[in-house]
């Protein structure tokens, strides 16, 4: 993603961790709910490109120009990068960091819960798959090179 796309991205995740560290409980045990989710998300946006790849609107989106990204096709390809690699990592994160950290500042001990994470994955990855998915609405109405 460049441009607005990323800056709007960054802010969603930066609003999301305060208000995740208010609204989910620090109890939180369902990260095996939330990794189906990320899975889910990534098995539809893999099938998506798959169906793009054989698809013949390619050279139409090749074709059409785009300001930042400098092709449509780059745009989409740009949109499923972020959005995979962000899922991904979110996956990896939530089963290998521990449920509670610990940490010391100034002679003071500070505890942090996994579940400060929850929120601004989830919104991060309806963020990624609301841009995909409005790019795919979008040129479905594309005229196909037949």
Not at 87 to 97: G, K, N
Request: hydrophobic share 45%.
């Amino acid at each position: 993603m460049k441009g607005k796309d990323r800056i709007f991205l960054i802010i969603i995740i930066a609003l999301s961790f305060p208000l995740g560290y208010f609204i989910v409980p620090n109890c939180y045990k369902q990260y095996s709910e939330l990794i189906t989710f990320l899975s889910i998300l990534i098995g539809f946006q893999i099938t998506a490109i798959s169906i793009l790849f054989n698809s013949r609107i390619l050279n139409t989106l090749y074709d059409n120009k785009n300001k930042f990204y400098g092709t449509e096709l780059h745009k989409l390809k740009s949109y499923f990068k972020y959005s995979i690699n962000f899922e991904l990592t979110s996956i990896i994160i939530m089963l290998l960091l521990p449920s509670f950290i610990s940490f010391h500042i100034f002679n003071k001990e500070f505890f942090l819960s996994k579940s400060i994470l929850v929120l601004p994955t989830i919104s991060g990855s309806v963020y990624c798959f609301l841009k995909i998915s409005n790019e795919l609405f979008r040129i479905f109405v594309l005229p196909r090179n037949e």
